[in-house]
């Protein structure tokens, strides 16, 4: 099997601008951002999507070092008024990369309901 887009970065292959990164993820600055920020955080273990993460299991770890890091993310670049985490799981939610992550958007208004 290949290797997702995501694992290429992780391994080096393709360059990307990271903010973040520990043993567990990376984050890295989205290549089409649709805020002043936007990032996505990527677990270096593949989980597809978060449908198909299994309960019980060190996904439930994994995902919840995500959101965690998230924070940490925040108090960094000082994100105090403020983000918004979105994850996409399926075609119909416009999914494009087979490897679990989220987007972390900040410094604009959000609407909602969101889109």
């Known amino acids: 099997m290949s290797k997702t887009l995501f694992q290429r970065i992780i391994d080096r292959e393709i ?3 990271i903010e973040y990164e520990d043993d567990q993820c990376i984050v890295l600055h989205d290549i089409e951002p649709q805020a002043p920020v936007h990032l996505l955080i990527v677990p270096k273990r593949v989980i597809a999507r978060a449908a198909e993460s299994i309960p019980d299991s060190p ?3 994994l995902l919840g ?5 998230a924070g940490v993310v925040a108090k960094k670049l000082g ?4 983000f918004r985490l979105v994850i996409n799981n399926g075609p119909d939610a ?3 990369v087979p490897h679990f992550h989220m987007h972390m958007l900040a410094r604009r208004q959000m609407a ?3 889109g």
């Open 59 to 61: 996904d439930e770890q």
């Open 65 to 69: 070092h995500l959101i965690t890091t």
């Open 112 to 114: 909602w309901p969101p």
């Open 94 to 96: 416009c999914e494009t």
């Open 79 to 82: 994100l105090e008024r403020g």
């Open 15 to 17: 360059p990307s601008k």
